[in-house]
């Protein structure tokens, strides 16, 4: 089973990039499953026709109330088919102002592997979609613990989403060679902010200052945001949109590109800066 | 002193909200220190010119790396005053992949506090930026250890902004009764999407279902962009806008409304979603 991890700052559209990476992966033909770890527990709302399904921890504290454990949850209770055939999950969050957000992502995993989920469903792909803001020790879990495997960071043109994923770099180099094999930076996804001069120029640069590959760009559209108001992946709402053919492209080069390194994140904060401002001023 | 604390889903404009919250307590004569919670460490950006300060925990590991302590830090250099007179701190994050981040917020207000940064420079209102996509423990400890004290809350017409806004609040419920007098909910920020029908709608009915008030209401502006591009606040660069005013009317607001409450969130997801859908038919 590959274990694929996409990470990045807060809205720069991980959600986006996994629910419609999954939807092309799924029309190849791959059993795909899509894990959100982040506490807003919105990552497969673009698969499930806006709806946000009920997450693993909450179900969890559900039986823990009456004095059940982990194995008294149903599979079918944390694990949803989508309407085109994608098992999406939600770890969930802590119960708020009180726990680790991320011992909480890690504790949903493992109940998801303890109840044999991915044999279960003969998954062939999981996707996680990780929040990438607080790259605490307990967001790093899914890393360190052998679930992320595979990690694509997105970013943009803007500086502060280069910043957190630069940071995130930091998180993967530190974790990496002690977490299990195969684990590192698979590449770098850009999901533009609108200003694709800037990118096509700054993110190559940054991509090759962590060591990794720049793997795909996706355009700012409107085509996506129109797909999320339904609540559908782009693939199966605008299957002959340019947009479906980015993200059957991006599905490709993942399930081709099976190399990850240990990334040489900047960890000079006038550096990274300065390598930035060279680009702005190509303009 | 005030200790006026900003929270909302990462994205909604907590920064933008503080930092011309905090220029225009300053221009009616406040001494104001705004302090990022996040581990972004942007908050203080557009006071600061563009710049992103130094951040106290990296200042703080670079002194103990060397042997030293909190208290061979100098205040000036983790507290930095903005052009236009504003003190300016941030947290900043844990070492990335390991340590608690919202524990590090909490270390970095210790050592402002030990440092008696807010007897040096006389501060009289604390604007505290607090992330708000990750209610853990860690992200609560501003309003456990009485740092944060009158929260607002901000959200925009999205309704997972909402939900983002209810959780914070279910945290805020959860800890102010065994937090210092005077800690809780004092009212709702509307940040605005674009979607001001809906929001004049749903946001005062959620306000009204939290027990608070619904206290401003910012719209979505070029303005704001405008000022962010120069690094600088709405009251200093655009001192004659109609943003301008907003700003000054939510800072003139926040000094007389002395009020908190232990708030009363919604705590089922499908009546959540019920109330934001009964707004959404009216449209
Ligand atoms: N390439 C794009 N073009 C247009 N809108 C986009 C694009 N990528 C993301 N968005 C929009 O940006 C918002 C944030 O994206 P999301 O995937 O939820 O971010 P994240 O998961 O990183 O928080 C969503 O409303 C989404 O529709
Ligand atoms: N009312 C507004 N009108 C236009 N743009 C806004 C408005 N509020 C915020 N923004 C923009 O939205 C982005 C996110 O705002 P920010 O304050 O950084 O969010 P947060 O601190 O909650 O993560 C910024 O680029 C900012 O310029
Ligand atoms: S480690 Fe991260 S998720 Fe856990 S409590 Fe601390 S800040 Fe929150
Ligand atoms: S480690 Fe991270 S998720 Fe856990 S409590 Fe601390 S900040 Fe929150
Ligand atoms: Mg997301
Ligand atoms: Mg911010």
Redesign the pocket.
Known sequence: MRQIAIYGEGGIGKSTIASNLSAALNEMGYTVMQVGCDPKRDSTRNLAGGRLIPAVLETYRDQLRVGKDEYAISLDSIVFKSPGGIYCVEAGG?EPGI??????VLTALQILKDLKAFETYKIDVAIYDVLGD?V????AMPIREGFAKEIYLVCSGGFMSIYAANNIARAVQRLSRRAEAGTGLAGIICNSNGDETLEHSVIPEFARRLGSEFVQFVPRTPVIQACEFEGRAVVEHSPNSKEAGIFRDLAKQIMENKKTVVPTPINDLTELEQMYRQHLNKK
């Open positions: 802590p726990g680790c957000a991320g011992r909480g607080v605490c020790g307990g967001f």
